[in-house]
């Protein structure tokens, strides 16, 4: 367990040094202006997603249930990819006014509640680190796309006050619950999004050590060339890796992390290129490389396009883009009308669609 006091130690803010243009986006250059798909896309999600306090995580609203978001749950993650679109799509008049009101909404002293009932105006005690660093590295690209100093130190300071209770001395956890006052014991790989941690970890020589400490834990993880993807998980108490099965989004949130830094192994982005032109990328995978859930989602498709847009294959971006716009719903008559879903399911999920609408952006 990490101690209390450890997670209270009054230090300075450490502002980085490193330009936050370093944050932004690869993209392949050669946008031009929105698709239609795109167009139908960001019209779903404004129409049936979004409201002013966040996005729903589902059209249908199922009911809330204890231990996963549904229906008209929102997340702090789509807060995030919501800001990321914002950066994109350049409204930096609409990414302010959102962002103040998500403040509102999921603020939760040194984090971001991961979960909110709008009925119940009920705020999860936990945060999930990954999303908390997604929201971060919007408002540093956010400063950076638009030549303002608005946020940088309420990054920075943001940055410090999350890695208080879910980076103590470097060791990424999952998530802080602010009513036990007790971290998570283990670090999902996905959530090591080693890109902001660099940014905001190289200001200091201790900070430095701490980002390879943490890279080292990611790229110790790898499962080998035959299946080149890496353990879901590491627990700080044990030093071991998790043997569970990999639930392949964020497998490939490893992969794109991974990338962001330069250290994306061929190995693995070869493996990504078989799947994607075989269309043949599954929801879950054993350890060994058995498929655990023969399922298929569009957010892994659109996962690869980011990937690839990363390290500059525009083949393989446009290819597993255009699997994602096969699943666009485009029946004028459907509820969901513009969304990426199952013809039959009459269901859209925020993580799906605002996944894909982030990758359409990296042309």
């Known amino acids: 367990m990490l101690g209390a006091s450890a997670c209270s130690r009054k230090t300075a803010t450490v502002m980085p040094k490193t330009s ?9 250059g050669e946008k ?33 249930q204890a ?38 909404v999921f603020n939760q002293g040194p984090q971001f509640s991961y979960r909110y009932n709008p009925t119940t105006h009920k705020q999860y005690p936990v945060n999930a680190t990954l999303d908390d660093l997604r929201i971060i590295k919007a408002l540093v690209v956010y400063d950076a796309i638009n030549h303002t100093n608005r946020y940088q130190k309420e990054a ?16 990424l956890v999952d998530y802080y619950d602010v ?10 790989l ?65 992969l794109l992390h991974l990338a962001e830094v330069g250290k994306l192994k061929s190995a693995s982005k070869n493996w990504l290129v078989f799947q994607v032109n075989k ?7 054993r350890i060994t490389g058995e498929v655990a859930n023969n399922g298929q989602s569009v957010a892994n498709y659109a996962l690869a396009a980011m990937i690839f847009a990363t390290i500059g294959d525009r083949v393989h971006y446009q290819t597993a883009m255009q699997l994602v716009w096969k699943e666009q719903i485009r029946d004028k008559q459907s509820p969901i009308f513009g969304a990426l879903s199952n013809q039959q399911a009459q269901i859209a999920y925020s993580f799906n669609n605002l996944t894909a609408l982030n990758a359409s952006y990296r042309e």
């Open 20 to 28: 936050p243009k370093v944050l932004i986006p690869k993209t392949l």
């Open 32 to 64: 031009q202006a929105n698709s239609a798909n795109q167009q139908r896309l960001q019209k779903f999600i404004k129409q049936k997603l979004l409201t002013k306090n966040g996005l729903y995580t589902s059209t249908v609203n199922q009911g809330s």
């Open 67 to 104: 231990s996963l978001a549904s229906g008209h749950d929102m997340l702090s993650e789509s807060v995030g990819m919501w800001l990321q679109y914002l950066n994109a799509d350049k409204q930096p008049r609409e990414f302010r006014t959102f962002y103040s009101q998500a403040k509102k």
């Open 156 to 171: 920075a300071t943001r940055f410090k006050a999350l890695a208080s209770h879910c980076i103590v001395g470097g060791q």
């Open 179 to 188: 009513n036990q006052d007790q971290a998570a014991k283990k670090g999902s």
């Open 190 to 254: 996905a959530y090591f999004d080693l890109q902001t941690l660099r940014y905001f970890e190289n200001a200091t020589d201790k900070g430095k050590d701490r980002y390879q400490k943490q890279l080292r834990v990611v790229q110790n993880g790898y499962l080998g060339d035959v299946f080149p993807l890496y353990h879901a998980s590491y627990n700080w108490q044990t030093k071991q890796y998790s043997a569970d099965n990999l639930n392949t989004s964020e497998a490939l949130e490893v």
């Open 279 to 285: 269309r043949a990328l599954k929801n879950g995978y």
